[in-house]
């Protein structure tokens, strides 16, 4: 089962920053947080994942609490085409899968 | 990034048959999955394709409906067998890349509708 709790959907206007939250209290001290998105009609995208440290990339930012308890993934300038479905996965590193939870639909509205 | 090509992208097939969706990746991968995206749900792990031997396959699959194959490092299959209306589902390959490991990268996926 997934470990992460997320809520369903999130509305965001255009332009604006979209912070997506994420609970993950019972996460595990060598697992890492992962956040990925699905675009309607493709396979999943790696956004980003961190540890504990605070990360940013050319996509997002994402903000780990300093007990490692939730996360939230910040889209500083949503458009359009963020409109997906965001999954947080908590996954130990190397060769295992990721299981996926039921995410959080984000519309990106004009 | 890898690229993943999966064959075919959709198909229509009758119930009681088989279909075999390939996935060839550009270079040289790690690890391979296969997903089930049932229609309007998350991603499910199928199984797991390990090189030069049997998949590990997840509870609720079994080889029997769902072989697959992983004869090299960049290339695998996974056969439907016998369908019924409730295979009806995107399914998924996913890799990680050699050198990459932390990242799973996923393919567009196989459409497959069963009637």
């Known amino acids: 089962d997934a470990k992460t709790t997320q809520p369903p959907s999130m509305d965001c206007a255009e332009g604006r920053a979209a912070n997506l939250p994420c609970n993950h209290s019972?996460?595990?001290?060598?697992?890492?947080v992962y956040w990925y998105r699905q675009i309607h009609s493709q396979g999943p995208q790696y956004i980003i994942h961190?540890?504990?440290n605070n990360e940013t990339n050319e996509m997002a930012s994402l903000i780990i609490t300093e007990d490692r308890k939730s996360s939230t993934l910040i889209l500083p300038h949503a458009t359009l085409r963020d409109t997906a479905v965001y999954y947080c996965?908590?996954?130990?590193?190397?060769?295992?899968?990721?299981?996926f939870g039921k995410g959080t639909r984000l519309s990106v509205i004009a | 990034s890898a690229v993943i090509s999966q064959k075919p992208s959709r198909d229509i097939c009758q119930r009681g048959t088989s279909l075999t969706i390939q996935c060839q990746v550009d270079s040289q991968v790690t690890m391979m999955f296969w997903y089930r995206q049932q229609p309007g749900q998350s991603l499910t792990l199928i199984a797991t394709?390990?090189?030069?031997?049997?998949?590990?396959?997840e509870s609720g699959f079994v080889i029997d409906k769902f072989p697959i194959s992983r004869p090299n490092l960049t290339f695998s299959t996974l056969t439907v067998s016998n369908m019924s209306p409730e295979d009806s589902s995107i399914y998924l390959c996913?890799?990680?890349?050699?050198?990459?490991?932390?990242?799973?990268?996923f393919g567009s996926g196989t459409q497959l509708s069963v009637l």
């Open positions: 394709a390990n090189q030069g031997s049997e998949a590990t396959y």
């Open positions: 996965i908590v996954r130990a590193t190397g060769n295992t899968p990721l299981v």
């Open positions: 019972t996460i595990s001290g060598n697992e890492y």
């Open positions: 996913s890799v990680s890349k050699t050198g990459e490991i932390e990242k799973l990268f």
């Open positions: 961190g540890l504990k």
